[in-house]
């Protein structure tokens, strides 16, 4: 796709399409989907329960947060441990790669309190 852009002239950009190996897609691709984001920001403060996370996040249906949670699983950046005995108990916990998003969430938290700083007030 070209791109021309206003008072640049007849330059133009030209985009490549995004590739699985593009760092910047892998990272996005690591925190997409809805409910992601809030998920990985509960698990940034340690293990949790199934129960503390739908707790934390009461909008978040089971279905929903169960989804995620399998989406995250697979992608390495949340492991899934349960415990012998009854009843189960299942605990989620970052991975060394889900941890390494902390930086990228920290960022997102930042410029969208900036961002809302510069919305007018209604």
Request: with cysteine.
């Amino acid at each position: 796709m070209s791109v021309a852009f206003a008072g640049v002239g007849h330059q133009t950009v030209t985009w490549d399409r995004p590739s699985a190996q593009c760092p910047v897609e892998v990272a996005l691709a690591a925190i997409s989907g809805r409910w992601a984001t809030l998920v990985l920001r509960d698990l940034m403060h340690g293990p949790r329960s199934f129960s503390a996370l739908r707790a934390g996040l009461p909008s978040l249906s089971a279905k929903v947060l169960t989804e995620r949670l399998e989406s995250l699983v697979a992608q390495g950046l949340v492991s899934c441990s349960r415990s012998p005995g009854f009843p189960v108990r299942t605990s989620y916990e970052l991975t060394s790669a889900g941890l390494l998003l902390r930086p990228l969430l920290v960022e997102l938290y930042r410029t969208g309190e900036a961002l809302l700083g510069e919305l007018p007030d209604d």
